[in-house]
């Protein structure tokens, strides 16, 4: 089954702790409670140790986003000093996890088998997941960005059984947007969309959300979502504020009905 709805995920990254985060996520279920969002579904992805704390208030308070993890390890349990399982994320109520987000790939040598074999344990555990590809800025420059981010998609996807393409989002990052305020312009993004819905469409993979990441704001929100033809979008710094993270929610509801 595909969907029609949007999606937006807020990815808080490292910052929060647990009394900053459930305040956060007070305050953006008292926004949506005034305004739901009517076409748009939301997650939130809150650091491992404010995951407890902020499952807790959005099922209290019935906020209607749901959790998502920020990394997850490939293994099931065991000597893994420092990693988080599938299980103990399930256990807190976690139904989403970031895999290859660019700053894993760069920072903690997340190579294509890592995310590959991440991506297999998180739909086997049967959680969403949300693969993060995108070029950086040399790639771009050499006008290599769909070879790259094809053979980003075949390595992570590639093989994958069918009873788990449901449960799978690709958000395109490109590297030189996030966290820069540099935005990729309407046309890249949609060229690149249509790239990455092609790709997905060969691999049997037709109809999965595409959504785009880097530099979204409340501002930028609504022409990337009509000029760029995404399902939504992977935000960083803006989701942390709780109005800047739901004017982009409410930009994208506003645009379902010119989108659909
Ligand atoms: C991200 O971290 O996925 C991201 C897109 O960050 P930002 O919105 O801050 O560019």
């Known amino acids: 089954m595909t969907t029609n709805r949007l999606l937006v995920i807020g990815n808080w990254k490292m910052n929060l ?3 900053e985060a459930v305040h956060l996520g007070q305050q953006i279920g ?3 409670k005034n305004r739901p969002a009517e076409h748009t579904d939301i997650v939130v992805v809150p650091p491992f140790v404010d995951l407890r704390s902020v499952t807790s208030i959005v099922d209290s308070e ?14 099931d349990n065991g000597a893994f000093t420092g990693e988080i399982s599938t299980s103990m994320l399930k256990r807190l109520g976690v139904t989403w996890v ?3 987000h660019s700053e894993r790939r760069t920072m903690y040598h997340m190579d294509d088998e890592v995310v590959a074999r991440t991506l297999r344990a998180v739909v086997a555990s049967g959680l969403n997941v949300v693969l993060c590809v ?14 790259f981010v ?12 069918e009873k788990y393409i449901e449960q799978v989002t690709v958000a395109y990052e490109p590297i030189w947007a996030i966290g820069t305020g540099r935005t990729a312009e309407g046309e890249q993004i949609r ?26 704001s409340p501002e930028n929100a609504a022409s990337i979502i009509t000029e760029g033809g995404v399902d939504g979008f992977l935000v960083g710094g803006a989701s942390l504020v ?14 379902y009905a010119g989108k659909r």
């Open 62 to 75: 019935r906020i209607a986003v749901d959790i998502g993890a920020q990394h997850v390890s490939a293994n």
């Open 134 to 147: 995108g070029e950086g800025g040399d790639v771009r420059d050499n006008d290599e960005q769909n070879d």
């Open 191 to 216: 060229a690149m969309t249509r790239h990455i819905r092609s790709v997905l469409s060969a691999m049997g993979m037709a109809g999965r959300r595409v959504l785009y990441g880097g530099s979204v």
């Open 242 to 255: 709780a109005e800047k993270f739901l004017a982009i929610i409410q930009a994208c509801d506003g645009c």
């Open 30 to 32: 008292v926004i949506l």
């Open 17 to 19: 702790d647990f009394v």
């Open 150 to 161: 094809s053979a980003q998609l075949h390595s992570a996807l590639g093989g994958l059984d």
């Open 98 to 100: 970031l895999v290859g």
